[in-house]
């Protein structure tokens, strides 16, 4: 039996040390990022019932980007975590009418192992991320899901009502 914790706990970190995306999930009643600049916060984006993702790129591997983001817009878009008739997280995000607001963030790639102050030297680089980003919300736009996103890059402020709280970590 221990064997096979171990087992399942290296098996865990090889897909982990593998992972070139990762979201946090939030299922949310509703959600808004703003903008923050000089002159003040600058409303971005916003949404009622739905997701709030979280989303993050690890620097390597473009070949199978594509892959890897098409099968995680596919994941989001038909995950059952909303509420049927019984109660039972049942239902998808286009089953309720849902949106999504997706926000950049580097940070789901930070290393806090050592010392005070997290290494992101896994973070994908801006000009690497930033596409993958797009692609990633054209492809909830093309699977039909009301997209609302925040900046690339840029500092914001997010604001949710968490619902159940209901909240996964996505990785690929």
Do not use: C, H
């Amino acid at each position: 039996m221990a064997a096979e914790a171990g087992e399942g706990a290296s098996a865990r970190s090889g897909r982990q040390a593998e992972a070139r995306l990762r979201i946090v999930l939030q299922r949310v009643a509703r959600a808004a990022v703003r903008i923050v600049g000089e002159e003040g916060p600058r409303a971005a984006g916003q949404i009622g019932t739905g997701y709030l993702l979280l989303v993050g790129f690890r620097s390597g591997d473009a070949e199978s980007a594509d892959q890897r983001l098409a099968w995680m817009a596919d994941k989001v878009v038909g995950l059952r975590l909303f509420g049927d008739a019984g109660g039972k997280m049942n239902r998808s995000l286009a089953e309720v009418g849902g949106s999504a607001l997706v926000v950049s963030q580097f940070t789901l790639y930070g290393d806090a192992q050592r010392g005070r102050r997290p290494s992101f030297i896994d973070a994908a680089r801006p000009e690497e991320a930033e596409p993958l980003y797009q692609q990633f919300v054209a492809l909830l736009r093309a699977r039909g899901v009301p997209v609302e996103t925040g900046e690339f890059g840029a500092m914001m402020e997010v604001e949710l009502v968490n619902d159940g709280p209901v909240t996964l970590w996505l990785e690929r």
